[in-house]
Protein backbone atom coordinates (compact mmCIF):
# COMPACT_ATOMS: atom_id res chain seq x y z
CA UNK A 1 0.00 0.00 0.00
CA UNK A 2 1.68 3.12 -1.03
CA UNK A 3 0.77 6.36 1.08
CA UNK A 4 -0.40 9.28 -1.11
CA UNK A 5 1.30 12.40 -0.33
CA UNK A 6 -0.90 15.88 -0.15
CA UNK A 7 0.11 19.45 -0.46
CA UNK A 8 -1.81 22.27 1.68
CA UNK A 9 -0.70 26.11 0.68
CA UNK A 10 -2.61 28.82 2.65
CA UNK A 11 -1.89 31.66 0.74
CA UNK A 12 -4.06 34.26 3.27
CA UNK A 13 -2.93 36.08 6.03
CA UNK A 14 -2.27 34.84 9.36
CA UNK A 15 -5.62 36.91 10.21
CA UNK A 16 -7.89 35.18 7.80
CA UNK A 17 -10.18 33.36 10.22
CA UNK A 18 -12.31 31.67 7.37
CA UNK A 19 -9.25 30.55 5.69
CA UNK A 20 -7.50 28.69 8.94
CA UNK A 21 -10.94 26.89 9.36
CA UNK A 22 -9.94 25.36 5.62
CA UNK A 23 -6.77 24.89 6.51
CA UNK A 24 -7.66 22.89 9.80
CA UNK A 25 -10.52 21.48 8.08
CA UNK A 26 -7.90 19.82 5.06
CA UNK A 27 -5.34 18.48 7.02
CA UNK A 28 -7.87 16.52 9.66
CA UNK A 29 -9.53 15.19 6.75
CA UNK A 30 -6.61 13.81 4.71
CA UNK A 31 -4.70 12.77 7.91
CA UNK A 32 -7.74 10.93 9.21
CA UNK A 33 -7.72 9.19 5.52
CA UNK A 34 -4.05 8.30 6.16
CA UNK A 35 -2.62 10.26 3.63
CA UNK A 36 1.04 12.30 4.53
CA UNK A 37 -0.09 16.03 4.58
CA UNK A 38 2.59 18.84 4.04
CA UNK A 39 0.54 21.59 5.28
CA UNK A 40 2.08 25.58 5.09
CA UNK A 41 1.36 28.81 5.51
CA UNK A 42 2.79 30.66 2.94
CA UNK A 43 2.92 34.27 4.84
CA UNK A 44 5.64 32.18 7.06
CA UNK A 45 7.73 31.08 4.83
CA UNK A 46 10.84 33.44 3.09
CA UNK A 47 10.01 32.80 -0.65
CA UNK A 48 11.72 35.48 -2.90
CA UNK A 49 10.03 36.56 -5.99
CA UNK A 50 10.76 35.15 -9.42
CA UNK A 51 13.38 36.71 -10.65
CA UNK A 52 12.47 35.86 -14.51
CA UNK A 53 15.91 34.38 -15.01
CA UNK A 54 15.05 31.00 -16.77
CA UNK A 55 18.53 29.47 -14.88
CA UNK A 56 15.51 26.90 -13.24
CA UNK A 57 15.68 26.17 -17.49
CA UNK A 58 18.88 26.44 -18.51
CA UNK A 59 21.40 26.94 -16.11
CA UNK A 60 20.24 24.32 -13.23
CA UNK A 61 17.30 22.75 -15.03
CA UNK A 62 14.38 21.86 -12.85
CA UNK A 63 16.13 23.71 -9.75
CA UNK A 64 15.93 27.39 -9.09
CA UNK A 65 19.46 29.22 -8.37
CA UNK A 66 17.99 31.06 -5.34
CA UNK A 67 18.48 28.84 -2.18
CA UNK A 68 14.82 29.98 0.01
CA UNK A 69 11.44 28.05 0.29
CA UNK A 70 10.64 28.32 -3.21
CA UNK A 71 12.59 25.43 -4.13
CA UNK A 72 10.84 23.57 -1.26
CA UNK A 73 7.13 24.19 -2.20
CA UNK A 74 8.08 23.79 -5.99
CA UNK A 75 9.56 20.31 -4.55
CA UNK A 76 6.31 19.61 -2.68
CA UNK A 77 4.47 20.56 -6.66
CA UNK A 78 6.05 17.68 -7.92
CA UNK A 79 6.14 14.78 -5.22
CA UNK A 80 2.48 15.50 -3.95
CA UNK A 81 -0.02 13.68 -5.52
CA UNK A 82 -2.67 16.03 -4.61
CA UNK A 83 -2.04 20.07 -4.21
CA UNK A 84 -4.53 22.19 -2.34
CA UNK A 85 -4.18 25.66 -2.72
CA UNK A 86 -6.39 28.41 -0.37
CA UNK A 87 -6.54 31.62 -0.86
CA UNK A 88 -8.65 34.93 -0.99
CA UNK A 89 -9.65 35.94 -3.89
CA UNK A 90 -7.69 39.30 -4.84
CA UNK A 91 -9.06 41.55 -7.56
CA UNK A 92 -10.27 38.16 -9.05
CA UNK A 93 -7.02 36.35 -8.80
CA UNK A 94 -4.54 35.32 -6.45
CA UNK A 95 -3.16 37.11 -3.08
CA UNK A 96 0.70 38.35 -3.71
CA UNK A 97 1.29 35.65 -1.04
CA UNK A 98 -0.19 32.51 -2.92
CA UNK A 99 1.09 34.18 -6.34
CA UNK A 100 4.84 34.73 -5.01
CA UNK A 101 5.17 30.48 -4.81
CA UNK A 102 3.20 29.71 -8.07
CA UNK A 103 5.58 32.50 -9.53
CA UNK A 104 8.41 29.99 -8.05
CA UNK A 105 6.73 26.58 -9.32
CA UNK A 106 8.29 27.23 -13.44
CA UNK A 107 11.34 24.50 -12.65
CA UNK A 108 8.81 22.21 -12.41
CA UNK A 109 7.74 22.66 -16.46
CA UNK A 110 10.01 22.39 -19.48
CA UNK A 111 10.92 25.59 -21.03
CA UNK A 112 9.95 23.78 -24.36
CA UNK A 113 7.06 25.06 -26.22
CA UNK A 114 4.72 22.63 -28.07
CA UNK A 115 0.67 22.80 -28.83
CA UNK A 116 -2.20 21.80 -26.47
CA UNK A 117 -5.54 21.89 -27.75
CA UNK A 118 -4.13 24.66 -30.63
CA UNK A 119 -2.49 26.42 -28.01
CA UNK A 120 1.25 26.98 -26.89
CA UNK A 121 1.91 25.43 -23.83
CA UNK A 122 5.19 24.62 -21.77
CA UNK A 123 6.41 20.75 -22.18
CA UNK A 124 5.67 18.67 -18.67
CA UNK A 125 8.82 17.86 -17.02
CA UNK A 126 7.57 14.83 -15.06
CA UNK A 127 5.45 12.08 -15.58
CA UNK A 128 3.36 12.63 -12.95
CA UNK A 129 1.40 15.65 -11.93
CA UNK A 130 -0.67 16.40 -8.89
CA UNK A 131 -4.39 16.46 -8.92
CA UNK A 132 -4.95 20.34 -7.97
CA UNK A 133 -8.00 21.96 -5.81
CA UNK A 134 -8.46 25.61 -5.47
CA UNK A 135 -10.49 27.30 -2.71
CA UNK A 136 -11.65 31.00 -3.41
CA UNK A 137 -12.53 33.20 -0.27
CA UNK A 138 -14.45 36.34 -1.08
CA UNK A 139 -16.62 38.62 1.57
CA UNK A 140 -19.98 37.89 -0.04
CA UNK A 141 -20.86 36.54 -3.30
CA UNK A 142 -19.35 38.88 -6.35
CA UNK A 143 -20.03 37.04 -9.92
CA UNK A 144 -17.48 38.83 -11.42
CA UNK A 145 -14.43 38.30 -9.34
CA UNK A 146 -15.44 34.55 -8.99
CA UNK A 147 -16.02 34.27 -13.12
CA UNK A 148 -12.49 36.00 -13.50
CA UNK A 149 -10.88 33.54 -10.47
CA UNK A 150 -12.29 29.91 -11.91
CA UNK A 151 -10.85 31.29 -15.39
CA UNK A 152 -7.46 31.61 -13.79
CA UNK A 153 -7.53 28.32 -11.91
CA UNK A 154 -8.42 26.88 -15.44
CA UNK A 155 -5.27 28.80 -17.09
CA UNK A 156 -2.96 27.15 -14.40
CA UNK A 157 -4.47 23.57 -14.55
CA UNK A 158 -4.05 23.60 -18.18
CA UNK A 159 -0.62 25.04 -17.86
CA UNK A 160 0.57 22.79 -15.08
CA UNK A 161 -0.91 19.66 -16.71
CA UNK A 162 -3.11 18.54 -13.91
CA UNK A 163 -4.79 15.56 -14.54
CA UNK A 164 -8.00 16.97 -12.78
CA UNK A 165 -8.78 20.06 -10.83
CA UNK A 166 -11.55 21.72 -8.77
CA UNK A 167 -12.10 25.32 -7.56
CA UNK A 168 -14.42 26.54 -5.34
CA UNK A 169 -15.33 29.79 -4.03
CA UNK A 170 -16.85 30.40 -0.55
CA UNK A 171 -17.76 33.25 1.18
CA UNK A 172 -17.33 34.26 4.94
CA UNK A 173 -20.48 35.32 5.58
CA UNK A 174 -21.87 32.97 8.26
CA UNK A 175 -18.89 30.33 7.52
CA UNK A 176 -18.34 28.26 10.58
CA UNK A 177 -16.32 25.12 11.11
CA UNK A 178 -19.61 23.10 9.95
CA UNK A 179 -19.10 24.75 6.90
CA UNK A 180 -15.37 24.20 6.18
CA UNK A 181 -15.93 20.46 6.99
CA UNK A 182 -18.79 20.36 4.22
CA UNK A 183 -16.87 21.89 1.65
CA UNK A 184 -13.59 20.18 1.96
CA UNK A 185 -16.26 16.90 2.60
CA UNK A 186 -17.56 17.59 -0.81
CA UNK A 187 -13.97 18.66 -2.51
CA UNK A 188 -12.64 15.38 -1.84
CA UNK A 189 -15.42 13.39 -2.63
CA UNK A 190 -15.58 14.93 -5.95
CA UNK A 191 -12.05 14.37 -6.83
CA UNK A 192 -12.05 10.97 -5.83
CA UNK A 193 -9.53 11.21 -2.91
CA UNK A 194 -9.72 8.42 -0.90
CA UNK A 195 -7.94 6.53 2.16
CA UNK A 196 -4.89 4.53 1.46
CA UNK A 197 -7.05 1.88 2.35
CA UNK A 198 -10.11 2.33 0.24
CA UNK B 1 -5.07 67.44 -23.53
CA UNK B 2 -6.56 69.36 -21.14
CA UNK B 3 -3.85 70.43 -19.09
CA UNK B 4 -0.16 71.55 -19.39
CA UNK B 5 0.74 69.63 -16.20
CA UNK B 6 -0.86 66.39 -16.10
CA UNK B 7 1.47 63.89 -14.63
CA UNK B 8 2.22 60.35 -16.21
CA UNK B 9 3.46 57.83 -13.71
CA UNK B 10 4.70 54.80 -15.71
CA UNK B 11 4.92 51.73 -13.37
CA UNK B 12 7.51 48.78 -14.61
CA UNK B 13 6.38 45.33 -12.68
CA UNK B 14 9.21 42.96 -14.48
CA UNK B 15 12.26 42.34 -12.54
CA UNK B 16 14.65 42.83 -15.18
CA UNK B 17 13.59 46.42 -14.98
CA UNK B 18 15.12 48.52 -18.11
CA UNK B 19 15.91 45.10 -19.86
CA UNK B 20 12.70 44.16 -19.94
CA UNK B 21 10.06 44.12 -22.93
CA UNK B 22 7.74 45.86 -20.03
CA UNK B 23 10.43 48.79 -20.18
CA UNK B 24 10.59 48.78 -24.06
CA UNK B 25 6.44 49.24 -24.20
CA UNK B 26 5.99 51.82 -21.46
CA UNK B 27 8.61 53.89 -22.40
CA UNK B 28 7.91 53.59 -26.03
CA UNK B 29 4.50 54.59 -25.26
CA UNK B 30 5.63 57.34 -23.09
CA UNK B 31 7.92 58.83 -26.03
CA UNK B 32 4.76 59.31 -27.58
CA UNK B 33 3.31 60.82 -25.23
CA UNK B 34 5.56 63.48 -24.51
CA UNK B 35 5.20 65.10 -27.32
CA UNK B 36 1.78 66.90 -26.16
CA UNK B 37 4.30 68.55 -22.77
CA UNK B 38 3.30 66.16 -20.64
CA UNK B 39 5.22 65.39 -16.62
CA UNK B 40 6.43 62.10 -16.89
CA UNK B 41 8.05 59.79 -13.80
CA UNK B 42 8.98 55.87 -14.56
CA UNK B 43 9.50 53.34 -11.90
CA UNK B 44 10.29 49.94 -11.37
CA UNK B 45 8.09 47.83 -8.56
CA UNK B 46 10.49 45.31 -8.35
CA UNK B 47 13.08 48.04 -6.86
CA UNK B 48 10.07 48.66 -3.49
CA UNK B 49 9.77 45.32 -2.51
CA UNK B 50 13.12 44.34 -1.99
CA UNK B 51 13.25 46.77 0.92
CA UNK B 52 10.84 46.73 4.01
CA UNK B 53 8.09 49.98 3.89
CA UNK B 54 9.17 51.58 0.88
CA UNK B 55 5.66 50.64 -1.14
CA UNK B 56 4.70 53.82 0.61
CA UNK B 57 7.28 55.88 -1.28
CA UNK B 58 5.87 54.32 -4.69
CA UNK B 59 2.56 55.83 -3.58
CA UNK B 60 3.14 59.19 -2.89
CA UNK B 61 4.46 59.11 -7.08
CA UNK B 62 1.04 57.11 -7.38
CA UNK B 63 -1.19 59.21 -5.74
CA UNK B 64 0.29 62.23 -7.50
CA UNK B 65 -0.55 61.38 -10.99
CA UNK B 66 -3.00 61.91 -13.44
CA UNK B 67 -2.87 58.62 -15.29
CA UNK B 68 -1.06 55.58 -14.14
CA UNK B 69 0.26 53.04 -17.02
CA UNK B 70 1.56 49.90 -15.21
CA UNK B 71 3.57 47.60 -18.11
CA UNK B 72 4.12 44.44 -16.68
CA UNK B 73 5.22 40.63 -18.14
CA UNK B 74 2.55 37.63 -17.47
CA UNK B 75 3.83 34.80 -15.16
CA UNK B 76 1.99 31.75 -14.91
CA UNK B 77 -1.23 33.39 -16.26
CA UNK B 78 -1.21 36.61 -14.66
CA UNK B 79 0.38 39.19 -12.54
CA UNK B 80 3.74 38.90 -11.32
CA UNK B 81 3.11 38.65 -7.20
CA UNK B 82 5.31 41.52 -6.67
CA UNK B 83 2.68 43.77 -8.76
CA UNK B 84 0.23 42.06 -7.15
CA UNK B 85 1.68 43.19 -3.43
CA UNK B 86 1.68 46.89 -4.87
CA UNK B 87 -2.01 46.57 -5.97
CA UNK B 88 -3.09 45.01 -2.45
CA UNK B 89 -1.56 48.43 -1.19
CA UNK B 90 -2.86 50.58 -3.44
CA UNK B 91 -6.73 49.15 -3.47
CA UNK B 92 -6.06 49.49 0.90
CA UNK B 93 -5.02 53.39 0.19
CA UNK B 94 -7.65 54.23 -2.09
CA UNK B 95 -10.19 53.01 0.75
CA UNK B 96 -9.05 56.00 2.62
CA UNK B 97 -9.09 58.61 -0.07
CA UNK B 98 -10.43 58.32 -3.45
CA UNK B 99 -10.95 61.97 -3.96
CA UNK B 100 -8.76 62.25 -6.89
CA UNK B 101 -9.67 61.37 -10.41
CA UNK B 102 -7.21 59.01 -12.02
CA UNK B 103 -6.98 56.84 -15.34
CA UNK B 104 -4.93 53.48 -15.47
CA UNK B 105 -4.51 50.81 -17.66
CA UNK B 106 -2.21 48.11 -18.49
CA UNK B 107 0.28 46.66 -20.94
CA UNK B 108 1.34 43.78 -20.52
CA UNK B 109 3.21 41.02 -22.79
CA UNK B 110 3.92 37.17 -22.17
CA UNK B 111 6.54 34.71 -23.65
CA UNK B 112 4.04 32.85 -25.45
CA UNK B 113 3.31 33.47 -29.03
CA UNK B 114 -0.38 34.13 -28.53
CA UNK B 115 -1.47 37.58 -27.11
CA UNK B 116 -5.20 36.06 -25.56
CA UNK B 117 -2.65 33.95 -22.51
CA UNK B 118 -3.01 37.92 -21.35
CA UNK B 119 -6.77 38.35 -21.47
CA UNK B 120 -7.54 36.89 -17.65
CA UNK B 121 -4.51 38.98 -16.66
CA UNK B 122 -5.99 41.94 -18.07
CA UNK B 123 -9.30 41.26 -16.40
CA UNK B 124 -7.96 41.15 -13.18
CA UNK B 125 -6.16 44.27 -13.22
CA UNK B 126 -9.53 46.03 -14.71
CA UNK B 127 -10.97 44.41 -11.36
CA UNK B 128 -8.39 46.30 -8.83
CA UNK B 129 -9.34 49.71 -11.72
CA UNK B 130 -12.96 49.77 -10.72
CA UNK B 131 -12.35 48.51 -6.54
CA UNK B 132 -9.79 51.61 -6.74
CA UNK B 133 -12.44 54.01 -8.95
CA UNK B 134 -9.68 55.03 -11.58
CA UNK B 135 -10.99 55.74 -14.80
CA UNK B 136 -9.93 52.57 -16.95
CA UNK B 137 -8.43 52.87 -19.90
CA UNK B 138 -8.02 49.45 -20.95
CA UNK B 139 -5.53 46.45 -21.22
CA UNK B 140 -3.14 45.60 -24.01
CA UNK B 141 -1.68 42.41 -24.62
CA UNK B 142 1.16 41.57 -26.53
CA UNK B 143 2.86 37.71 -27.70
CA UNK B 144 6.18 37.43 -28.07
CA UNK B 145 7.92 39.85 -25.63
CA UNK B 146 11.01 37.88 -25.69
CA UNK B 147 11.45 39.25 -29.02
CA UNK B 148 11.95 42.51 -27.33
CA UNK B 149 13.66 41.68 -24.25
CA UNK B 150 16.43 44.52 -23.42
CA UNK B 151 16.07 46.13 -26.83
CA UNK B 152 13.79 49.54 -27.34
CA UNK B 153 10.46 49.01 -29.48
CA UNK B 154 12.14 50.91 -32.61
CA UNK B 155 15.19 48.89 -32.36
CA UNK B 156 13.53 45.70 -33.19
CA UNK B 157 12.32 46.37 -36.50
CA UNK B 158 9.97 44.90 -38.14
CA UNK B 159 8.60 42.59 -35.07
CA UNK B 160 7.79 45.66 -33.21
CA UNK B 161 5.77 47.57 -35.79
CA UNK B 162 1.98 46.23 -34.47
CA UNK B 163 3.25 47.68 -31.17
CA UNK B 164 4.43 50.01 -32.24
CA UNK B 165 1.26 51.60 -34.25
CA UNK B 166 -0.91 50.69 -31.01
CA UNK B 167 0.80 52.33 -28.66
CA UNK B 168 0.76 55.45 -31.63
CA UNK B 169 -2.83 55.11 -31.36
CA UNK B 170 -3.02 55.05 -27.60
CA UNK B 171 -0.67 57.99 -26.58
CA UNK B 172 -3.25 59.68 -29.69
CA UNK B 173 -6.82 59.07 -27.45
CA UNK B 174 -4.93 59.98 -24.63
CA UNK B 175 -3.54 63.17 -25.61
CA UNK B 176 -6.95 63.81 -26.91
CA UNK B 177 -8.50 62.37 -23.62
CA UNK B 178 -10.95 60.65 -25.61
CA UNK B 179 -11.30 56.87 -25.17
CA UNK B 180 -8.79 54.44 -26.77
CA UNK B 181 -10.55 52.85 -29.71
CA UNK B 182 -10.58 48.69 -29.43
CA UNK B 183 -8.31 48.90 -33.15
CA UNK B 184 -4.97 49.80 -30.71
CA UNK B 185 -5.50 45.82 -28.89
CA UNK B 186 -6.50 44.39 -32.16
CA UNK B 187 -3.74 45.75 -33.87
CA UNK B 188 -1.50 45.43 -30.76
CA UNK B 189 -2.58 41.07 -30.52
CA UNK B 190 -1.68 40.33 -33.79
CA UNK B 191 1.30 38.16 -34.56
CA UNK B 192 4.31 39.42 -36.40
CA UNK B 193 5.27 35.54 -36.59
CA UNK B 194 3.41 32.65 -36.86
CA UNK B 195 2.74 30.76 -33.81
CA UNK B 196 4.56 27.62 -35.21
CA UNK B 197 7.27 29.21 -36.43
CA UNK B 198 8.29 31.33 -32.75
CA UNK B 199 7.97 27.81 -31.26
CA UNK B 200 9.94 26.30 -33.41
CA UNK B 201 12.82 29.29 -32.98
CA UNK B 202 12.11 29.71 -29.68
CA UNK B 203 12.86 25.86 -28.51
CA UNK B 204 16.06 26.23 -30.70
CA UNK B 205 16.84 29.62 -28.16
CA UNK B 206 16.50 27.40 -25.28
CA UNK B 207 18.84 24.41 -26.52
CA UNK B 208 21.29 26.91 -27.54
CA UNK B 209 21.27 29.18 -24.08
CA UNK B 210 21.57 25.75 -22.34
CA UNK B 211 24.46 24.70 -24.44
CA UNK B 212 26.13 27.83 -23.24
CA UNK B 213 25.62 27.19 -19.61
CA UNK B 214 27.27 23.70 -20.62
CA UNK B 215 23.67 21.76 -19.59
CA UNK B 216 22.41 20.89 -22.75
CA UNK B 217 22.31 17.23 -22.10
CA UNK B 218 20.75 17.85 -18.88
CA UNK B 219 17.89 19.94 -20.07
CA UNK B 220 15.07 17.70 -19.07
CA UNK B 221 16.67 16.65 -15.78
CA UNK B 222 14.05 15.88 -12.81
CA UNK B 223 15.98 16.89 -9.95
CA UNK B 224 13.11 16.29 -7.58
Redesign the interface.
Known sequence: MTTKNAAIWDGSKPENTTAKLIYDSFKQALTKKGWKTQAIQLSEVSIA??????HC???????CIYRDYGRET??MF??SDLIITITPV????????L??A??R??P?I??????IEG???HEA??EQHPKFLMIGILPQEHK??EE?FK??FY??AL?MHSPSYNVKVIYEDNFNKNSADNVVSELLQKNGVKGNEE | MKSEKQKVLLLVGSPKKKQSASYALGTYLLEQLQRDRLQTETLHIYSFIYKNNTLEQLYQSFEDSDIIILSIPLYVDSIPSPVIQMMEYVAKKRVENREKIQQFMVLINCGFPEAFHNYTAIEICKCFSDECDFKWLGGFPLGGGPIVNGRTLTDVGRLGKNARKALKIIATSIGDAEPIPIEAKEIMTKSVIPARIYRFMGNIGWKRQAKEFGVKKKIKNRPY
Request: with cysteine.
Open positions: PCQGCFWIKTPGETKVQTFGGYSSIKKFDIISLPFFTQETHRYLKIKLRNN
